[in-house]
């Protein structure tokens, strides 16, 4: 499957990763956000960032919008939850930053939102989907599609293509 996902979306793949190392050569920063298995992703692959992935270097800002529960539970409970992830890239987004939005389906509410009101905000948008890629093909400025419907099969790739990233970013950034 890995195989078959690399080699099917080699070009966006590399286009993710040089969007992701200019973003971060000029000083701005990642937004990532997803439900269920794709937030613990969010938060995961925002680690590699902070901390490390394979090399020792300095620290990469990158920011997972599904760990704060004081700001999701709010603004589920004072707005919408549809809301929970547009309100913090509203707040936190800053023109030259990234906002990566993952959904299995392409098709969840907050994820969508969150997108749209990055591309409002003139930041570049990733998403990370499944087979056919569900509303978030049409959305995000890069749009990596497993092609897979089964949804453990779509985060294993997820992963899988982001650990790529991740050494790429670090190579380019911090040789």
């Given amino acids: ?19 992701i190392s200019q973003c971060l050569k000029n000083g701005n ?21 902070v901390s490390r992935y394979v090399m020792d270097r300095r620290a990469l800002p990158a920011i997972a919008l599904t760990v704060d529960t004081s700001i999701l539970t709010a603004t589920g409970n004072d707005f919408h939850y549809d809301q929970v992830f547009s309100r913090q890239v509203e707040a936190l987004g800053r023109k030259g930053d990234v906002a990566i ?35 978030m093909k049409d959305m995000a400025d890069f ?6 419907n089964i949804t453990a099969r ?10 790529f990233i991740c050494g790429w970013v670090e190579k380019e950034l911090c040789g």
């Fill in 154 to 163: 779509i985060q294993e790739a997820h992963i899988t293509v982001f650990h």
């Fill in 29 to 49: 920063k990642l937004l990532l956000f997803g439900n269920g298995g794709s937030a613990a992703d969010s938060q995961h692959i925002a680690a590699e960032f």
């Fill in 143 to 148: 749009c990596l599609q497993v092609p897979s």
């Fill in 1 to 19: 499957m890995t195989k078959k996902v690399i080699e099917k979306n080699v070009a966006i793949i590399a286009d993710i990763a040089e969007t």
């Fill in 101 to 135: 939005g993952i959904s299995t389906s392409g098709n969840s509410p907050n994820v969508l939102k969150a997108l749209e009101e990055a591309k409002r905000l003139g930041l570049k948008t990733v998403g990370f989907t499944g087979e056919g890629g569900g509303k």
